[in-house]
């Protein structure tokens, strides 16, 4: 389902019916609804880390899907903002912050480095593009393996606090409180990406994708519009990573910014549905839940069948159906509703 | 001055390497505008057809190079048919994400069949070699590597330059449909070009086994140079990759004279570099 938002931008006429709304919050509600009652339903400690694990994830996938899947600039670095989330949360928190301080502070210390990178890079296209932020992340990663101040390789520890909301501590018998403020930190993701989508911004965004040139011919102001989905896309991935660094309490190179990583993000996007708001949640659940499985079942032999199930499954996706597993999921209820 | 001098030699030789197999990932590009994240894992897997040709036959690396390039040559050609076909012509994101998809069922593979253990071809023949030229040090194997890795990269752009067979490729790749026209067959071409270009990979994978290790993950260390080198040179451009890879390899080799862990960090920093300042490459058209 490619929106031809060209085509709506530069049409004449009365404009088509907008989509019910009622319905659409309807669901997205039902949606949440079925996150809460997640870890009351599934009560056991895999459940919770799978579920902790996968809104993380799925947050930063998100976050990706703002500039890849929606803007169409791939990228295969976001790795980067994770870190930069990650490691400003554990440097101010290691200097007695307030770990909900340091996220905050992170998030613009993201925004600055999108912009920074953003800038020169967007001037490339297509692939230049892609590997292009793969040189700048990895370029970071060896630079930080380097810094003293940053742990070097061996990574930085967090000191372990008095469980409470505000230390952003709990205690590990019961995960659930991670869990929720996982889910909040999501509803908040959420809100902001749809009110970006839903507005002028979401529109340019799409044409971009679509078309560079086109958009530009008919008045879209391509970098700009790309600086504000990177910005968006950055803080979104950051916040992530200082979420994950307080639930690890522990943050190295590869852990944060490793191009293993990056390609999670995209992978995840595309599994579920990239430019699709619930596709990079949906893929994380799907990959975090594969991996716990398989490596549960498979652990100890060395021999992980998890990378071979894990390989084909992506194959297989890209193979039969492009969109994600939502669009898969709307193939078949098309052709469900057309036979009676 | 004769420190300097060994260091740029060094990087020179181990820039060769770099080019041969930048060279097939910049064809598949050329062809078929398809960026193959499994490149890595293609070496690797002539690696380990080099390996086994030693551990089994007992085989020199340097005489089981054709089984290493005909082994990944049918790995190209098998995932040209499994994967790559069916998903031409679908968005350039399906056709990225089902490389990744491959390159991580092939290390999966590998690591299933043949454990994370490192494995190395003992006292390889190009070890006996030599050379002393004005005070540098030519050790044997790379003196190998440089030199088969620059045979086989002329075999390749001569290959797709000079015969019939190299402007149909090309002819398919830049027009499928006026190609289909004047009688060539654009996917028997595509199937062709993966060939070729799994055959050049495994050659640099049976060449670099005369100084490093096979293991699952081997290919990363070239992959992320051959990217760099390939869109550093222009993607599609093979004489551009054979350039950038030299230069890639002495900046490399210099800069690991004075700071050695920067080395990668001056790579990916040059590449930056060139790229903000012609966003093409340095001999792409596109």
């Known amino acids: 389902m490619s929106v031809p938002v060209l085509e709506r931008l530069t049409r004449v006429g009365p404009p088509r019916p907008p989509p019910r709304r009622s319905?659409?919050?309807?669901?997205?509600?039902?949606?949440f609804a079925a996150l809460a009652a997640y870890p009351l339903v599934l009560g056991d400690s895999n459940a919770?880390?799978?579920?902790?694990?996968?809104?993380?994830?799925?947050?930063?996938?998100?976050?990706w899907n703002v500039l890849g899947g929606y803007t169409g600039q791939i990228s295969f670095g976001h790795a980067l903002y994770f870190g930069t989330g990650a490691y400003t949360t554990a440097m101010l928190v290691r200097h007695d912050w307030s770990p909900w301080l340091a996220i905050a502070l992170s998030l613009p210390v993201a925004a600055t480095v999108a912009v920074v990178i953003g800038y020169p890079t967007f001037r490339l296209r297509h692939h230049y593009y892609s590997i292009a932020t793969i040189a700048v992340a990895e370029i970071v990663l060896l630079l930080v393996t380097t810094t003293a101040a940053l742990g070097q390789a061996s990574g930085l520890e967090l000191p372990i606090k008095e469980p409470s909301l505000a230390n952003l501590q709990f205690s590990l018998q019961d995960k659930r409180p991670y869990y929720y403020v996982a889910l909040a930190l999501f509803g908040l993701v959420a809100l902001a990406v749809m009110v970006f989508l839903r507005g002028r911004a979401g529109c340019y965004v799409r044409a971009i994708r679509d078309d560079q040139v086109a958009a530009a011919a008919v008045g879209v102001p391509v970098q700009r519009y790309k600086m504000y989905a990177a910005v968006l896309s950055a803080v979104t991935t950051a916040l992530a990573g200082g979420f994950y660094v307080m639930f690890v309490l522990f943050i190295d190179p590869p852990s944060g910014l490793g191009l293993d990583l990056s390609v999670s993000f995209t992978l995840m996007a595309v599994l579920g549905g990239a430019g699709r708001f619930w596709g990079p949640l949906l893929g994380a659940w799907v990959l975090v839940g594969v991996q716990f499985l398989t490596r549960q079942q498979f652990s100890g032999s060395g021999r992980s069948v998890d990378l071979l199930l894990y390989g084909a499954l992506i194959i297989t996706i890209a193979v039969v159906e492009p969109g994600g597993i939502i669009a898969l999921i709307e193939r078949v209820r098309r052709r469900i509703r057309r036979s009676p | 001055m004769t420190d300097v001098l060994q260091a740029l030699v060094n990087g020179l030789l181990i820039g060769s390497v770099f080019a041969l197999v930048a060279v097939g990932l910049t064809l598949i590009y050329g062809v078929m505008d398809i960026v193959n994240f499994a490149h890595g894992e293609m070496v690797m897997a002539g690696m380990y057809a080099s390996f086994f040709a030693w551990s089994v036959v007992g085989l020199d690396p340097l005489v089981s190079l054709p089984i290493a390039g005909v082994s990944v040559g049918v790995v190209g050609g098998l995932m040209y048919l499994g994967v790559i076909g069916p998903v031409l012509g679908k968005s350039p994101l399906a056709q990225v994400i089902a490389t990744f998809g491959v390159q991580v069922f092939l290390r999966g593979l590998a690591q299933f069949l043949w454990t994370p253990d490192t494995r190395t071809v003992r006292h390889v023949w190009a070890d006996g070699i030599r050379l002393h030229i004005g005070g540098v040090l030519l050790g044997g194997p790379q003196l190998v590597m440089a030199g088969g890795a620059l045979l086989c990269t002329l075999a390749v752009a001569a290959l797709m330059n000079r015969t019939r067979l190299g402007g149909a490729i090309r002819a398919a790749g830049e027009d499928q449909a006026a190609a289909a026209l004047?009688?060539?067959?654009?996917?028997?071409?595509?199937?062709?070009?993966?060939?070729?270009?799994?055959?050049?990979?495994?050659?640099?994978?049976?060449?670099?086994?005369?100084?490093?290790?096979?293991?699952?993950?081997?290919?990363?260390?070239?992959?992320?140079?051959?990217?760099?080198?390939?869109?550093?040179?222009?993607?599609?451009?093979?004489g551009g990759a054979a350039v950038a890879g030299l230069l890639i390899g002495a900046v490399q080799g210099v800069v690991g004279r004075y700071?050695?862990?920067?080395?990668?960090?001056?790579?990916?920093?040059?590449?930056?570099?060139?790229?903000?300042?012609?966003?093409?490459?340095?001999?792409?058209?596109?």
């Open chain 2, 259 to 286: 700071a050695s862990s920067y080395t990668l960090v001056a790579a990916l920093g040059i590449y930056l570099l060139v790229v903000l300042v012609r966003p093409r490459g340095l001999m792409g058209t596109r």
């Open chain 1, 48 to 63: 919770q880390d799978i579920g902790i694990q996968a809104l993380t994830f799925g947050i930063a996938a998100t976050g």
């Open chain 2, 182 to 238: 004047m009688g060539i067959n654009p996917r028997r071409m595509y199937a062709l070009a993966w060939v070729i270009a799994g055959t050049a990979t495994g050659v640099a994978g049976g060449l670099v086994m005369n100084a490093y290790s096979a293991s699952p993950t081997a290919g990363v260390t070239f992959v992320l140079m051959a990217f760099v080198v390939v869109a550093l040179g222009g993607f599609g451009s093979i």
């Open chain 1, 23 to 31: 319905t659409r919050w309807l669901a997205t509600a039902v949606v």
